[in-house]
């Protein structure tokens, strides 16, 4: 069972990176040798608009490094989508997106220590960019963890209570809102948190609560 998405959203969720953690997993190449491709003589140099890329390039750019023909084209979107958030001001016909910042989410995603990959998830999961995970912005990450965990087929029907207290444990001072460092801290050995929020890929998943 999953929940209709809108399509409005353009937004990564945690299937998303689950799916893409999958990707990588099978990939042999490393992304900073498929960056080298859009180089002045590379196989990709046409689509290389001085440090960026549109998303044509971007497609190739995934076919290329994740060695698939037939990835997600609403993947690639809402991936796409991610990167502009750099770029905002653009008409939709010239949409690019910056190299390097490919560069670093995917050599991230590639040997990135979990420590690093928790600050990312929080920065994105922190929406008004005030700092703190606040009680809704929690409730949306618990929903997407479902989500994730159905996904992933596991058995979700006791699920809910146990994210929303393993997520009140992470508020370790009890102020009803998580900062960075409760998230690094509660997170770091939380093997179900990463595995749900699809910073972690286990080839067999016990989940011990
Ligand atoms: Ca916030």
Known sequence: MSAPTNPEVKELN???FIQLQQYIEY????????LREFDKDGRLARHR???????EGFRHFLKAYLEVEDFPSDLCQRLFCS???SKPTQEESTKEVFLKDVSCYFSLLEDGQPMDKLEFAFRLYD???NGVLDSSEVDRIIAQMMHAAEYLDWDVSELEPVLKDMMTAIDADSSGTVSLKEWVEGGM???????LLGLKVTTAVFLIL
């Open 14 to 16: 945690p299937v998303d």
């Open 27 to 34: 990939c042999s190449l490393k992304v900073k040798d498929v």
């Open 49 to 55: 608009h001085g440090e960026c890329i549109n998303e």
């Open 83 to 85: 990167f502009q958030n």
């Open 127 to 129: 929406r008004d960019g």
């Open 189 to 195: 050995n939380n093997v179900p948190l990463l595995v």
